[in-house]
Nanobody, 113 residues
Framework: QVQLVESGGGSVQAGGSLKLSCAAS????????MSWYRQAPGKQRELVAD??????NYADSAKDRFKIAREYVKKIVTLQMDSLKPEDPAVYYC????????WGQGTQVTVSP
């Protein structure tokens, strides 16, 4: 059974950077899609980026600013977020697409002006 634990959230000034990490336990394969989602207050949860093997996909809001990466041996998925904007604050969730959807508990990101 896969479990996910996120870390790395925090508060940063606009223009700053944060790196989120998602540590997975259980069996995962390169073909399992790993994703980062975010949910801001009053808004729906939205996809930020995902990765399957070496293929990555980004939401328009994340392109050219965020980078998703995966370390297979350590079972870690990271999200490097640069040039953070006031519209980026949210709870960021790690997600694994296995035979069922698996979610982490989320990590809060705050961006101050």
């Amino acid at each position: 059974q896969v479990q996910l634990v996120e870390s790395g959230g925090g508060s940063v000034q606009a223009g700053g950077s944060l790196k989120l990490s998602c540590a997975a336990s259980g069996t995962l394969y390169a073909t399992n899609v790993m994703s980062w989602y975010r949910q801001a207050p009053g808004k729906q949860r939205e996809l930020v980026a995902d990765i399957k093997a070496s293929t990555t996909n980004y939401a328009d809001s994340a392109k050219d600013r965020f980078k998703i990466a995966r370390e297979y041996v350590k079972k870690i998925v990271t999200l490097q977020m640069d040039s953070l904007k006031p519209e980026d604050p949210a709870v960021y969730y790690c997600h694994a697409r296995t035979y069922k959807a698996v979610w982490g508990q989320g990590t809060q990101v705050t961006v101050s002006p």
